[in-house]
């Protein structure tokens, strides 16, 4: 034992955490492939979901920007023990890594296309330009970072009313930016490219992530860390309720009242993701700062199981994509498909339209691609922590 690396120390809450986020974000990912309903109607519409579909999909709602936030505040304790430029250099280098695995090995595990019809545009590659931006910014003062994501964070949807205005047809650069609502451009004859997410909001959000890495630096009390973050998202659920009972600036549709007291509510808490608006980030990173301080001193069984996830991330989470869309093309040859219907709609192959199962079996097919992955995750995450082989840190 005295001739491995020493194991590389962490901060378990964040693992925790991520690792959390990490297990509901595939319960999206498998309702998006088994559900029956998922391609025929949006399950946070008031109006024809069910308070189970629109908390199965709202749960969701947690997992991008926690994951985007934490990436922020990897990254400032990455930089404790780095130089500004190897920390701007190392951020520069993932960031790109990020986007060519977005659109070569992402893009074709939610599409099983070899031939690259469609590359989709989607969280790894917000991740990634927004890393580009971060590793450009790490050599600006602290304060001029904070202002960034602030700005960024508080004040881009006032960019809705301008995109509003022309009805969404905004340029691609504008789209790419900001409006992201899943529109298809031609690139090449019969490939297109896709944009779900926008990056300037997720930027802004690692950027204050980033931010709170300071609240974690080894000459912080953990007494003042822990009262920091509950405030902080407190205040984020103070200022979601408040903006939404206004129901003006911060999301770009309103709440309307419905036929019932449930969907009311529904409408009420139903929050724009793309791009993540105002709302949606402090209904989301709230409740995430408050549970990343009460995981602090938390360790049991439970903790133990998630926090793998969480340390391997990257790992997990090409590996869950590629199994979820194994299982589907199993379910649909068993389910009676055959070769006439592998190309559908869907932008995936082996998923139509009219295909799927109960919200029951997607929980079942969920667990179990969780317990699945766990053995591979485990074995990961125990050599990437006893090894220091450059490559690690990119996957």
Excluded at 92 to 115: C, D, H, Q, Y
Excluded at 218 to 225: C, F, G, L, M
Excluded at 286 to 298: F, H, R, T, W, Y
Excluded at 307 to 320: A, D, E, S, T, W
Aim: aromatic letters at 16%; charged letters at 10%.
């Amino acid at each position: 034992m005295d001739q491995l690396p020493a194991v590389k120390k962490r901060i378990q809450s964040i693992d925790v955490l991520r690792g959390i986020v990490m297990i509901i974000m595939a319960l999206d990912h498998v309702r998006d492939y088994f559900h029956n309903d998922a391609f025929q109607h949006d399950p946070l519409d008031p109006a024809t979901t069910t308070p189970l579909l629109f908390f199965t999909r709202f749960i969701t709602h947690f997992c991008a920007p926690t994951f985007v936030f934490l990436a922020g505040t990897s990254a400032y304790l990455i930089g404790l023990q780095k130089t500004k430029a190897a920390l701007s250099s190392f951020l520069l280098k993932r960031g790109l890594w990020l986007i060519l695995i977005e659109m070569v090995v992402i893009s074709l595990a939610w599409t099983f296309n070899p031939l690259y019809n469609t590359i989709i545009f989607q969280v790894i590659w917000a991740i990634g330009i927004s890393m580009v931006l971060l590793g450009l910014a790490v050599r600006l003062p602290y304060g001029v970072i904070f202002a960034i994501g602030a700005l960024i964070v508080l004040g881009h949807n006032s960019l809705d009313y301008p995109e509003a205005a022309h009805n969404h047809t905004v340029p691609f650069i504008w789209d790419l930016l900001h409006d992201a609502r899943f529109d298809n451009y031609t690139f090449a004859p019969r490939h297109s490219l896709v944009i779900a997410y926008a990056f300037a909001p997720w930027t802004g959000i690692m950027f204050m992530g980033y931010c709170a890495g300071k609240l974690f630096a080894p000459t912080v009390d953990t007494i003042k860390r822990q009262k920091a973050l509950v405030s902080i998202g407190l205040g984020l659920i103070v200022m979601f309720v408040a903006l939404r009972l206004l129901n003006g600036y911060g999301n770009p549709l309103p709440w309307t009242p419905q036929q019932t007291g449930m969907a009311t509510f529904l409408s009420f808490m139903n929050v724009h993701k793309y791009p993540p608006s105002l709302m949606y980030a402090c209904i989301t990173l709230g409740p995430s700062l408050i549970m990343l301080a009460l995981l602090e001193n938390v360790q049991n069984r439970f903790t133990d199981f998630v926090k793998v996830f969480g340390r391997v991330p990257f790992f997990y989470y090409v590996l869950h994509l590629y199994l979820i869309h194994i299982l589907t093309v199993i379910a649909f040859y068993v389910s009676g498909y055959g070769a006439k219907d592998i190309v559908s709609p869907s932008p995936f192959l082996f998923r139509p339209i009219q295909f799927g199962y109960s919200l029951g079996v997607v929980y079942l097919i969920w667990a179990f691609v969780i317990l699945a992955l766990y053995p591979l995750c485990r074995w990961y995450n125990k050599y990437k922590s006893t090894h220091s082989q450059w490559w690690l840190s990119y996957l």
